[in-house]
């Protein structure tokens, strides 16, 4: 069975420094991913995703990602955080085209410092 | 254009209480979702839907039961309410082909209180 995870439950970073979260996946062949943001009291929000072709990945908000096959890895990053950022992220896999199952990570929850 | 709407957003249950959780969604999605949140467990799926009439379990249906008549609606089902049931309900939908990436759009949440 395909999982997610996300190594760190909870970051936090200075406003204006650069941010890296971490996700691995366990799955055979290459699955489409996704990364969501869920600020407090809200539902999940894409952020983006990737499904073939350029392994980076840019999204909304400034975020990008990278997916990096040998490492089972799809990491989230941003180069300057602001305050506006905080929120809980999460890292998803599907199976592949047509496939129903969303496969979530824990989440990590970002916070950011003044 | 609303997306995926649920109500309610808040309820409190007695044990042994039975209520439905309404989620609906305007963007002529044929797959639904629901999920539960627990803290620190991510997103667990109880239930979902290919396409009206058709639903099927997830990994966590038991204690709830879904129907889906109509492509828009996508009603979830408490019949018993336990302590256990307590969480935050997501509902989803996307559109899901032989070529697309299932891409899931969520409602706001319904966050329901068992005591």
């Known amino acids: 069975a395909q999982s997610v995870t996300q190594p760190d439950i909870h970051i936090t970073v200075s406003e204006g420094a650069s941010l890296e979260l971490r996700c691995n996946y366990s799955?055979?062949?290459?699955?489409?991913l996704f990364w969501y943001v869920q600020s407090p009291g809200q539902g999940l929000q894409l952020l983006l995703k990737?499904?073939?072709?350029?392994?980076l990945v840019q999204g909304i908000k400034g975020f990008e990602a990278e997916f990096k096959r040998s490492q089972s890895s799809f990491n989230l990053r941003k180069p300057s955080v602001h305050w506006s950022d905080a929120a809980e992220y999460f890292c998803?896999?599907?199976?592949?085209?047509?496939?129903?199952?969303?496969?979530f990570g824990k989440g990590t929850k970002l916070s950011v410092i003044p | 254009n609303a997306g995926v709407t649920q109500t309610p957003k808040f309820r409190i249950l007695k044990i042994g209480q039975s209520m439905t959780l309404q989620c609906a969604q305007d963007m002529n999605h044929n797959y639904m979702y629901w999920y539960r949140q627990d803290p620190g467990m991510g997103l667990k799926l109880i239930y979902y839907s290919v396409g009206a009439g058709i639903t099927d379990k997830g990994e966590v249906p038991n204690g709830y039961n879904v129907s889906r008549s109509t492509t828009e609606d996508f009603p979830l089902r408490l019949e018993l309410a336990a302590p256990s049931q307590t969480s935050v309900y997501f509902c989803?939908?996307?559109?899901?082909?032989?070529?697309?990436?299932?891409?899931?759009?969520f409602g706001p949440g319904t966050r329901l209180t068992v005591l």
């Open positions: 799955y055979g062949a290459t699955p489409y």
């Open positions: 989803a939908s996307s559109f899901a082909t032989g070529t697309s990436g299932n891409e899931q759009f």
């Open positions: 990737y499904f073939s072709g350029d392994t």
């Open positions: 998803a896999v599907t199976l592949g085209a047509g496939s129903y199952q969303l496969t």
